[in-house]
């Protein structure tokens, strides 16, 4: 899997158990009215985001050089889409007809919005001066192969397509 831009890039990530638990906490302990970012501890980025889909799926990732990131640039993101839709949906449609999933929240579908080369890095430390802590600090391949393994009991995701 070709990726975009550089390893570098900053994506930052936080677990949906302690989205939730941080919702409940604020609900007691926040002000009304303030806004607070939640994002691990794991400093994420590209490069780690793509080491844990090479752990879990077993695939090689690598990123664009500067050479065909410029050409790529030149096409345009709409034909970029276009490109990266035409190579994925296909294919994970096959592969969930194939394994007997009718319907599935998941989807490969790209939007135009998500390949912009931003990266979203935010500070969730703001939250732990009031006293909060997060449960999953660090984002592992154990704990996306735990909500892999959730989607796979829900019927929403091939457990044939997991290393």
């Not at 410029?70 to 969930?96: I, R, T, Y």
């Not at 007809?97 to 990266?119: C, Q």
């Amino acid at each position: 899997m070709t990726c975009l831009y550089s390893k570098d890039l900053r994506i930052n990530t936080v677990h949906a158990d302690d989205v939730a638990k941080a919702l409940h906490f604020l609900c007691t302990n926040g002000d009304s009215g303030a806004t607070f970012n939640l994002a691990d501890h794991n400093d994420t980025d590209c490069g780690k985001i793509n080491d844990l889909l090479e752990q879990i799926f077993g695939i090689k990732t690598a990123f664009l050089n500067s050479m065909k990131m410029a050409m790529a640039s030149q096409m345009g993101s709409k034909w970029l889409v276009a490109f990266a839709n035409d190579e994925h949906l296909k294919p994970f449609s096959d592969a969930c007809k194939k394994y007997g999933i009718n319907d599935t929240p998941l989807t490969p579908y790209l939007d135009e919005e998500l390949i912009k080369d931003v990266a979203v890095a935010v500070d969730g430390s703001a939250i732990q001066k009031l006293g909060f802590t997060y449960d999953h600090p660090h984002l592992t391949a154990d704990s996306l192969k735990e909500v892999m393994h959730d989607f796979i009991k829900k019927g929403a995701f091939p457990k044939e397509m997991m290393m």
